[in-house]
């Protein structure tokens, strides 16, 4: 079993800033791409940002210069730093994961979700 196990999410003033966690844990070989996705209420879920193996990153042009991907292979974790938030970044986070498993398969994950929230 693999799972994806988020935190960091909470409630935070507009430019304020947080960091959000996601780590891979279970019967898995390697971690290849990983990303964070946001749905906010009433919209349909969107691809934040994305990091690869390697470290090659993405972003959404809404989030560019703001938010920050990263990734530590040696612990399967990913982070997104979030810094100057806004009212519209308000959404629930799924962190994302293609994980090869040890049976040598790669499947899709999602962590269970963190709820950002900024409000003043």
């Known amino acids: 079993q693999v799972q994806l196990v988020e935190s960091g999410g909470g409630l935070v003033q507009p430019g304020g800033s947080l960091r959000l966690s996601c780590a891979a844990s279970?019967?898995?070989?390697?971690?290849?791409?990983m990303a964070w996705y946001r749905q906010a209420p009433g919209k349909q879920r969107e691809l934040v940002a994305t990091?690869?193996?390697?470290?090659?990153?993405t972003y959404t042009d809404s989030v560019k210069g703001r938010f920050t991907i990263s990734r530590d292979n040696a612990k399967n974790t990913q982070y997104l730093q979030m810094n100057s938030l806004k009212f519209e970044d308000t959404a629930v986070y799924y962190c994302?994961?293609?994980?090869?498993?040890?049976?040598?398969?790669?499947?899709?994950?999602w962590g269970q979700g963190t709820q950002v929230t900024v409000s003043s």
């Open positions: 994302f994961a293609n994980i090869l498993t040890m049976t040598f398969r790669a499947f899709d994950y």
């Open positions: 990091i690869s193996t390697g470290g090659t990153t």
């Open positions: 279970g019967s898995l070989f390697r971690v290849n791409d």
